[in-house]
């Protein structure tokens, strides 16, 4: 299934509006890190999924280096 961009925006505005909502009056910290990190790892199994594990095929279609993404599969804990 291929997911429109517009609907992945919106789900990542729901989500973070969502994160301000429930803060209940704390400050906020580290919202780039915090929401990359809730991306990142299904992002790369889902296309590692797509492809079989095949890497280096991952990796083109990431637009990143077989490297950065062996670094970023370790980081989180993908096998």
Known sequence: MKIRESELERCVRKAVEGYFKDLDGQKPSAVYDMVIGCVEKPLLETVLLRLRGNQTQAADVLGMTR??????MQSHGIK
């Open 67 to 72: 490297n950065t993404l062996r670094k970023k």
